[in-house]
């Protein structure tokens, strides 16, 4: 089984300059595109909601694994290099290494998400306004299982 590096080593670069996009909010590209080295800034709806220098971190893999779009735009704040993954979706089927590294990345975002949203909750616990609404959402979200998911059979396998 090959390793996450020497998948990595065999996959085409893409190299941005200072303000150069790597994906734009709503487009339909079936990439995935992972930092090699540098800075992007990920935008929202045109809003700055971070940077981005991490090595190895994942940009496109929403939209592939949810069959969406793309929910925000990168931008490379740096010159910046990217590893590309052409089919994402194939890769991360049959990929193991891959498919486990997009799953902890995944996992991270959710449990930062998760402690975020707790300490929301702990800060307006004590409000009995509109407030309780917002608490009966998250609780919503937190607990919101997928409905179309698409299953493999073991044939596929």
Same mark, same amino acid.
């Given at each position: ?73 990168? +931008? ?7 590893? &590309?993954? $052409? ?5 991360? %089927?049959? /990929? !193991? ?27 307006? +616990? ?7 609404? &917002?608490? $009966? ?5 937190? %607990?919101? /299982? !997928? ?11």
């Amino acid at each position: 089984m090959e390793t996450l590096n020497e998948f990595l080593s065999e996959l085409p670069v893409r190299k941005l300059q200072p303000g150069e996009v790597l994906m734009h909010q709503g487009g339909t590209d079936k990439q995935v595109f992972l930092l090699k080295n540098g800075a992007v800034e990920v935008l929202k709806d045109g809003v700055s909601i971070t940077e981005v220098s991490e090595e190895l971190a994942v940009f496109g893999e929403m939209a592939i694994l949810l069959n969406k779009n793309h929910t925000a735009t990168v +931008r490379a704040a740096t010159e910046s290099e990217f590893y &590309v993954v $052409e089919d994402a979706k194939k890769v991360l %089927t049959w /990929h !193991p290494e891959a498919a486990m590294y997009v799953a902890e990345i995944l996992a991270r975002r959710l449990d930062s998400l998760n402690r975020y949203l707790v300490d929301v909750k702990s800060q307006f +616990r004590q409000f009995d306004d509109h407030v309780n609404m &917002v608490d $009966e959402v998250l609780d919503t979200l937190m %607990t919101k /299982h !997928p409905r179309n998911v698409e299953r493999r059979s073991f044939e596929e396998q």
